[in-house]
């Protein structure tokens, strides 16, 4: 297993492109944290190069903020992009709405952090704007937990358990790992692709919740009502 680094190294790219969203956000008069999360963020500390970033806005909308971004580049004569927005689809574990474009010949997924809140009698959640710390916990694997802030230049843990497990190899979920799973039963799946992915350890009460006939019954009707769908 590669080590860890202790932050993250951009390249001129990735330097340039964050620039440029910072001077977007600036030209708008946004007060918007941007934050880089999950995949990218664990691969950059793993020296792994990830070719599309997700972004965090902690007060608007991706579709918003793109909007922000081509205004941004059409004020200084440059060409502006197209943004696909996907809207959110939560029986098929997309929770948020995405927008995403193309800068500076770099895919990026534009989504606001979250938090959940359940009707009585209903899985499937309301999405609600959130703290990074709710977003945080609402993720898959404390690996996937991170942050990189765009406008400090700073990793954040919220979780405090995400660059520990990065380091030791270990797959844990942020939540109760049985909560984790009912609330999207493909993260099992997951679960073992990283593991196997990265040659890390599957935590043991991931495994003990993996296993639980409840899990694994809603992962049957997951799957069965993706199939119905795909036909």
Not at 20 to 25: G, T
Request: aromatic share 8%; with cysteine; charged share 30%.
């Amino acid at each position: 297993m590669p080590a860890i680094k202790d932050a993250i190294e951009l390249t001129d790219e990735e330097h340039a492109l964050f620039q440029e969203l910072l001077d977007a956000s600036k030209q708008a008069g946004l007060s918007t944290t941007l934050r880089c999360a999950g995949g990218w963020v664990r691969d950059k500390l793993m020296g792994r190069t990830s070719l599309d970033i997700d972004i965090a806005l902690d007060n608007l909308l991706g579709r918003e903020f793109a909007d922000r971004i081509n205004e941004y580049l059409k004020a200084h004569g440059e060409e502006t992009h197209h943004v696909a927005v996907i809207m959110s689809n939560p029986e098929q574990s997309k929770h948020l709405e995405t927008a995403r474009m193309k800068v500076r010949g770099i895919w990026i997924d534009l989504v606001n952090l979250r938090s959940e809140e359940y009707a009585l009698h209903s899985r499937i959640p309301t999405m609600t704007f959130g703290t990074p710390e709710e977003d945080a916990h609402r993720r898959d694997f404390t690996i996937n937990t991170l942050f990189y802030n765009i406008n400090t230049g700073l990793i954040e843990d919220f979780t405090q358990q995400g660059l520990a497990d990065l380091r030791a190899g270990i797959i844990r979920t942020p939540m109760q790992p049985k909560e984790t799973f009912m609330d999207d039963p493909l993260r099992v799946l997951r679960a073992v692709r990283f593991a196997s992915r990265f040659g890390f350890e599957l935590e043991e009460r991931l495994l003990e919740a993996a296993a639980d006939d409840e899990v694994r019954y809603t992962n049957v009707s997951k799957f069965e009502g993706l199939l119905r769908r795909a036909n």
